[in-house]
C-alpha cells in the first residue's frame, strides 16, 4: 500500500465496503457520540467520515487528535444506516473504521477557524493565509480560477494562437500607473522595471511576423488598491493579432469569453448579443465607460425642460457654458420616501443632493408632486415624464452642472436605484464593448492639451484627423464591460511612425523624447511593421465575477493588503546593509 493513501477523501463509495484503505488529510471536526468518536477528514478533493470506538487500538490516538492536524489513517470502509446516508458529499453512504492512526503534522491553538463560517478580519486571514486557503469557499475559488485559465489556454490554442512569453525585466514604461523599478547592480544609478503590461513587446511579436500571440502574462503596477484591483500585481489573458481591424479582435475574444462564462458562471444567463457604445454615449446614459447593463436604467439630456424654467438654480446653471441637465429614470421609484432616501444618497456622495419628480394617482387622474413639480409647472413635468416614458409610481432624479463634475456621481445614483427598485437582473452576464474613445482631453487650469487615453492608438482618420481638432480625435480603442466591471481593454496600434510621432507632437511630446523613451518599438516601426491591434482581459476580475465575489483578494492566492503589504510574508522589508552597499543605494528616511 501507499505510505500516504490509497484513495483521496472523495473517492470511496459503496463498492469499496469491507475493503482495508489508507486516507491522509486533516482533521475538520471531531463529535463524540457517547463514547464513539466521529472524524471528518478532509483533503483536497473532499471529506470522509471516520468512526472510532474503544473496539480499536486506535481509540486512544484518535481521542488525542485536534483540528487541523494532518493524519493518516489505516481502516475498513464499511455502509452506513440508510438513515445516517449524507446525500451532500460523495462518499456520504460509507464510512471508515479506524485500525490506526498517525499523525503527520500537528497543530497550536488556531488563529482562524477552517471549519463553519465564521468571519475573521482580512488583517488575520492575510497573515495565516495557508489556513485561510483551506477553506472549502477558498478551494472553490482557487481551483475555480485554474480551471479558467486552463480553458482560456485551449480556446487560444483553438484559434490557432500560440503562446510567447515576454519580459520580466525590461524597461520603464508608462501605462497609466506607477511603475515598480528595480535596480541594478552591474549598472549603479540605473534601474528596470517590471512591465506594467507587455504592450511594447507583443507589439514587437507582431513586427517579427508572429501573427498571433497570446500569453497568461503577470503585470505589475503600484497603484492605489481597490476592491476589485490589486495593488501590486495581477495576471491577463494578453492577445495581439496582425493585419487585423477592430472587429476581428472583437470576433476573436468574444467567443472565448462566452464559453468562459458559460462553462464557470453557474447557470447564469450569458448575453450573446454585446452592443458597441461610444465612450459618449456611455458617458451619458450610464455615467460610466464601464456600465452594468443588467441595469435597464439610461440617462437622458432633459435641459430644454429646466432653461427659462421657474426652477432658478437649474436655469442659472444653463446660462453657463458647457452645462447640462439630466434625468435619471427610477420606474417604480414614485414614492416620496424612496426620493428622500435618493436625495441623502447624493448627499453622502457629496452633493447637495438630487432634484426630484414622482408621478402619483390622485383619483381624478395622474399629479407631478416635489419640489421641482411646483417650480417648473405641470406642462414642463408631462413633457419630462413623456421623454422618459415614465408613468403613475414612477419618479425621475436630476442632476445639473459641467457633466464631467457630477457624471460619476449621477452613475453611481443609477446603480443604487436599479439595485434599490429590484430592476438589476442579478442571474446574467450582461456585456457591452465602449468604443470610439477620445484620444486627447484638455486641462482645464493649465489649457495644455494631453493624452486622456492609449496613446499607442491608432486615431481614426489617421494623420488626416490629427490636422483638426485634437479634442475631436477618436481613437481606435476600445473596452470591454461585464456587469459594470472593465474585463477587457485594447486597441487597434498606432503602427506608423510618422503619425505617431504626430499624436505625441499634440501633447507636446517631441520626437527626441519619443525616440528616447519608445525607442526600441519606433526604430521596429520604421522596418516594415505590419498594422495590428489586440487585447488584454483582466482574469482576476473574471474570476470575481464567476465566483461571485465582491472583492478580488478572493481569487487571488497570496494576495496584498489594503497598503500593499504581505503580512505573511513580512513585505516589503528593509534592505540589509550590504545589499544595499552591492546596488550602490542609500535609504534616505523620511522626517
Given amino acids: 500500500m501507499h505510505a500516504y493513501r490509497s484513495h483521496t477523501c472523495a473517492a470511496l463509495s459503496k463498492s469499496n465496503v469491507g475493503e482495508t484503505v489508507r486516507l491522509s488529510g486533516w482533521v475538520h471536526r471531531i463529535r463524540d457520540h457517547g463514547g464513539v468518536l466521529f472524524v471528518d477528514l478532509r483533503d483536497h478533493y473532499g471529506m470522509t467520515q471516520l468512526l472510532c470506538d474503544p473496539d480499536s487500538a486506535a481509540f486512544g490516538d484518535v481521542e488525542k487528535l485536534r483540528s487541523e492536524w494532518c493524519i493518516r489513517i489505516d481502516g475498513e470502509v464499511k455502509a452506513r444506516d440508510a438513515s445516517l446516508v449524507n446525500g451532500k458529499i460523495p462518499t456520504g453512504e460509507i464510512e471508515v473504521f479506524v485500525r490506526a492512526v498517525e499523525v503527520l503534522g500537528s497543530a497550536k491553538e488556531l488563529p482562524l477557524i477552517v471549519f463553519g463560517d465564521q468571519e475573521y478580519p482580512e488583517e488575520t486571514r492575510l497573515k495565516y493565509r495557508y ?143 454585446w452592443p458597441e457604445i461610444s465612450y459618449a454615449d456611455a458617458a451619458l446614459w450610464y455615467g460610466t465607460d464601464k456600465p452594468d447593463l443588467r441595469n435597464p436604467i439610461k440617462m437622458q439630456v432633459v435641459s430644454e425642460h429646466f432653461a427659462g424654467s421657474g426652477f432658478a438654480i437649474f436655469a442659472k446653471l444653463l446660462e453657463q457654458e458647457g452645462t447640462e441637465i439630466r434625468a435619471i429614470p427610477a420606474p417604480g421609484g414614485g414614492s416620496r420616501k424612496f426620493c428622500d432616501r435618493m436625495n441623502a444618497f447624493a448627499q453622502k456622495e457629496g452633493l447637495p443632493g438630487m432634484g426630484y419628480i414622482f408621478w402619483r394617482d390622485q383619483g381624478e387622474g395622474m399629479e407631478a408632486a416635489g419640489p421641482l413639480a411646483k417650480n417648473i409647472g405641470s406642462e414642463r413635468t408631462e413633457a419630462i415624464r413623456q421623454q422618459l416614458g415614465l408613468g403613475v409610481g414612477d419618479a425621475a432624479f436630476f442632476l445639473g452642472g459641467k457633466p464631467k463634475a457630477f457624471e460619476t456621481v449621477a452613475g453611481k445614483a443609477r446603480v443604487e436605484i436599479g439595485n434599490e427598485l429590484g430592476l438589476t437582473d442579478e442571474n446574467r452576464f450582461a456585456f457591452a464593448w465602449i468604443v470610439d474613445f477620445p484620444i486627447y482631453e484638455r486641462d482645464e487650469e493649465t489649457g495644455r492639451i494631453d493624452f486622456e487615453h492609449n496613446p499607442f492608438s491608432m486615431p481614426q482618420g489617421g494623420m488626416e484627423a490629427l490636422e483638426g481638432d485634437p479634442l475631436k480625435v477618436l481613437g481606435y480603442q476600445y473596452d470591454l464591460a461585464c456587469n459594470g466591471y472593465e474585463l477587457v481593454s485594447g486597441a487597434i496600434r498606432n503602427h506608423r511612425p510618422e503619425i505617431m510621432f504626430k499624436a505625441f507632437e499634440i501633447a507636446g511630446y517631441g520626437k527626441d523624447e519619443v525616440e528616447k523613451r519608445f525607442g526600441g518599438m519606433v526604430n521596429a516601426f520604421q522596418y516594415g511593421a505590419p498594422p495590428h491591434g489586440g487585447c488584454a482581459a483582466g482574469i482576476d476580475r473574471i474570476v470575481m465575477l464567476l465566483a461571485d465575489e465582491a472583492n478580488i483578494r478572493e481569487v487571488i492566492m497570496f494576495p496584498m493588503n489594503q497598503r500593499a503589504e504581505d503580512l505573511m510574508m513580512n513585505a516589503p522589508s528593509e534592505p540589509a546593509a550590504d545589499q544595499l552597499m552591492d546596488l550602490n543605494l542609500r535609504v534616505i528616511p523620511k522626517d
Avoid at 494578453?238 to 479582435?249: A, C, G, I
Fill in 131 to 273: 489556513l485561510d486557503l483551506r477553506r472549502e469557499v477558498m478551494q472553490r475559488n482557487m481551483t475555480l480560477r485554474s480551471d479558467v485559465v486552463a480553458s482560456m489556454r485551449r480556446r487560444m490554442w483553438d484559434q490557432a494562437f500560440r503562446e510567447y512569453q515576454t519580459p520580466i525585466i525590461t524597461a520603464s514604461s508608462p501605462e497609466g500607473a506607477r511603475d515598480f523599478l528595480v535596480p541594478s547592480r552591474l549598472h549603479p544609478g540605473k534601474f528596470y522595471a517590471l512591465p506594467q503590461a507587455p504592450q511594447q513587446f507583443k507589439q514587437l511579436i507582431m513586427v517579427s511576423g508572429f501573427d498571433k500571440y497570446f500569453q497568461i502574462a503577470p503585470c505589475f503596477r503600484d497603484e492605489d488598491p481597490r476592491a476589485d484591483r490589486s495593488p501590486t500585481d495581477f495576471y491577463q489573458l494578453d492577445l495581439e493579432m496582425s493585419f487585423v481591424e477592430q472587429q476581428d479582435v472583437f470576433d476573436t475574444i468574444q467567443p472565448v469569453l462566452t464559453g468562459i462564462f458559460e462553462e464557470f458562471g453557474g447557470g447564469r444567463t450569458v448575453d450573446q448579443e
